[in-house]
């Protein structure tokens, strides 16, 4: 029987729906900032995947599981909202139906449910769809279009993907720069970019409410930013013709997302803060490589899933001694 945690345990009076919907309120700001950049769109595909994960779910706990249905604990509805913000505003709502079914069917219910899964549902269902209809996925619509405007929309490229198609053609990167949004355009978010990851000021103010309400601690966003501010400040100052400057990368992409949102998932991610530190870094490490030497413009979706498959043996390697235990060396 595998032990999770070492004793004496002591109930916090927090429960599983309202951490749910503290994380589902955490969100509502950057949600906010999509329907004012993107519109009905933003709204369609967040209804669309938030309906269809609780739908998916409950079918399948009820109809292929046996056993009772759990969408009172508002999980399915994280996953879906997660999925949303993951996606263009003018995805397909037949193919956001898929990416929940894969998210909640294989990432969460194929393993036994919430509490079993290895990997991050929300992140299984992105990156099949990312994979599966890679032109789909990289059409982001231009924001502050007509607020109605939802299929025809104009469409854009994100600032990391103008940036690494610059360097493969050979330019500068003071001249690609030229064809990006200024750094407050990117903090407030009138960017191009999936619906959830473009204003990082609406995803700070997340941070803080789910920080102030013990939602989450700071360890792993913290580390998960300081190690993409050192690494990419190091390749900047080594070479600033080539590489973007860490603000850069944090402002841009889906970093402030996956670092705050989804790394921080408490299933996936390690149980004491040694091992966060570790899980953090590692994110960051594999976020840098894959932005800068790696064919995809955005890493952190990868890394965010290639760490979770590290999380047993971080919390193998970091577990504390149980109370009463006499360490070896002694």
Request: glycine share 10%.
């Amino acid at each position: 029987m595998l032990t999770v945690s070492p004793s004496p345990h002591d109930h916090s009076g927090e429960s599983v729906s309202k951490l749910m919907f503290g994380v589902i309120i955490a969100m509502i700001p950057a949600f906010i900032v999509s329907l004012v950049y993107y519109g009905i769109g933003a709204l369609i595909i967040t209804v669309s995947a938030m309906l269809s994960c609780a739908a998916f779910e409950y079918l399948i706990q009820r109809f292929i599981l046996k056993k009772p249905a759990s969408l009172k604990d508002g999980s399915a509805l994280v996953t879906g909202m997660l999925l949303a913000f993951c996606l263009p505003t003018n995805f397909p709502v037949w193919l956001v139906v898929l990416g929940s079914l894969v998210a909640i069917g294989i990432g969460k219910m194929s393993f036994g449910g919430l509490g079993n899964n290895p990997f991050n549902p929300a992140l299984v269902g992105r990156v099949f769809l990312f994979v599966s209809f890679p032109v789909r996925m990289t059409m982001y619509p231009e924001p502050l279009q007509y607020w109605f405007r939802y299929t025809d929309a104009i469409t854009g490229s994100t600032p990391l993907s103008i940036i690494k198609e610059g360097i493969r053609n050979g330019e500068t990167l003071p001249d690609i720069m030229v064809k990006i949004p200024d750094y407050i355009d990117l903090f407030l978010g009138k960017i191009g970019g999936s619906s959830g990851e473009i204003a990082a000021f609406a995803l700070l103010i997340g941070l803080i409410f789910m920080l102030a309400r013990k939602i989450i601690t700071i360890h792993i966003p913290l580390s998960i930013i300081l190690t993409v501010t050192v690494f990419t400040g190091f390749l900047w100052i080594s070479d600033p013709i080539k590489y973007a400057d860490p603000l850069f990368h944090l402002l841009s992409g889906g970093l402030l997302l996956g670092a705050i949102f989804m790394a921080t998932d408490y299933v996936t991610s390690p149980m004491t803060p040694k091992g966060m530190w570790i899980y953090g870094i590692g994110i960051g490490i594999i976020t840098v490589l894959i932005r800068v030497f790696g064919a995809y413009p955005e890493g952190v979706q990868f890394a965010i899933l290639m760490m979770n498959a590290f999380v047993p043996l971080i919390n193998k390697y970091v577990k504390p001694h149980r109370f009463g235990e006499k360490l070896s060396n002694a």
